[in-house]
């Protein structure tokens, strides 16, 4: 059997979707599998198992060229239309996906989206669709393995002693960032015990820069990472502050604790997965809005978050 998952497009989600991967493994050990990535995020299952072959593409005819007549069984991981049509396209002849986008009459297993299962880790959302084959495994927590050059890499970049990456930043929008003033307020006090790293995309390096120059000995490296270097830089760290973002999921899936600060996002279906780490939130009526921008315009959910709050979080797990 020849199988292809399509993968998520975004960092988190494709990493909350690595379980199901391992387990399509266990599932079917004999199976060629391989992973469908926009090219972006290729550089992320350099870091798993369970893959034969990862598929990046830079367009969507491209990823219908680089599957047609190559496979007979699409796992599609993404809800969307484009990604149903993909398989459709590219005539594979079972596909199987979440019913709904206007798409079910593209697939040829329509899994149904059960509202208990919307009230779940997204971890669990993804493993479900492995139900059409099989009576699937307990879905493991997302993990990785940093390969030997990135982590070549980054003891070439980062000083032997105590670290902490701080990620101030957040890709799908401004209404995920907590203010920037407060982060460096955090990570100097995290100054005092530990170097402090930067991390963040390249749309972010701006911000990574300028919050690096208010913290004594901080490391910049925003914008500076591949997906294998960040998990590298981070694999070195003994803590990760971060908004509710990839990178977050990332250190999750190394096994490094993580303070996440949360606002129009969802702490329930997509928080890191693993145990020991801190949610900071405040709960209020409008939240989880799971809006870019704040619809309200007052930002209340980040705001009102208190530097000494997410410091608290930070030093109890410095000092175990």
């Known amino acids: 059997m020849r199988i292809v998952v399509k993968a998520p497009n975004w960092l988190g989600d494709a990493v909350m979707g690595l379980p ?25 299952y350099r870091c798993v198992t369970g893959a034969d072959e990862v598929l990046p593409y830079d367009t969507w005819l491209g990823a219908v060229r680089a599957v047609r007549g190559r496979f007979d069984v699409a796992l599609l991981l993404p809800r969307s239309f484009s990604s149903a049509l993909l398989a459709f396209t590219a005539r594979i002849p079972r596909r199987i996906g979440y019913a709904g986008e206007g798409r ?10 059960d509202p208990d299962l919307l009230r779940r880790h997204r971890v669990y959302y993804y493993h479900r669709l492995l139900s059409r084959l099989g009576t699937p495994p307990d879905p493991e927590p997302p993990r990785l393995e940093v390969p030997e050059d990135a982590r070549s890499w980054a003891d070439e970049r980062l000083p ?37 790293v930067i991390v963040g995309g390249p749309a972010e390096a701006a911000l990574g820069a300028r919050i690096a120059a208010e913290i004594p000995g901080a490391i910049d490296l925003s914008g500076r990472t591949s997906v294998s270097q960040l998990a590298a830089a981070l694999a ?48 209020l009526e409008c939240s989880p809005c799971l809006k870019r921008t704040c619809p309200l315009g007052h930002h ?9 709050e997410v410091w608290e979080a930070c030093r109890e797990r410095l000092d175990r």
Request: hydrophobic content about 45%; glycine content about 8%.
């Open 104 to 113: 079910s009459a593209l697939l040829t297993d329509r899994v149904p989206r």
């Open 20 to 44: 199901a991967l391992r387990s399509l493994r266990a599932m079917r050990p004999g199976a060629r599998i391989a992973v469908l990535t926009k090219r972006g995020l290729a550089d992320l």
């Open 236 to 283: 070195r760290c003994r803590l990760f502050v971060t908004n509710d973002t990839g990178p977050m999921h990332v250190a999750d899936a190394l096994g490094v604790p993580v303070v996440a600060i949360f606002g129009p996002t969802d702490p329930v279906t997509t928080p890191p997965f693993g145990r020991g780490h801190a949610i900071i939130r405040k709960e």
């Open 160 to 196: 032997r002693g105590p670290l902490v990456a701080v990620n101030p930043g957040a890709t799908y929008g401004a209404a995920k960032q907590w203010l920037p003033e407060r982060f460096a307020e955090v990570g100097r006090r995290i100054a005092a015990r530990a170097r402090v």
């Open 300 to 308: 209340r959910c980040m705001k009102s978050i208190a530097t000494d």
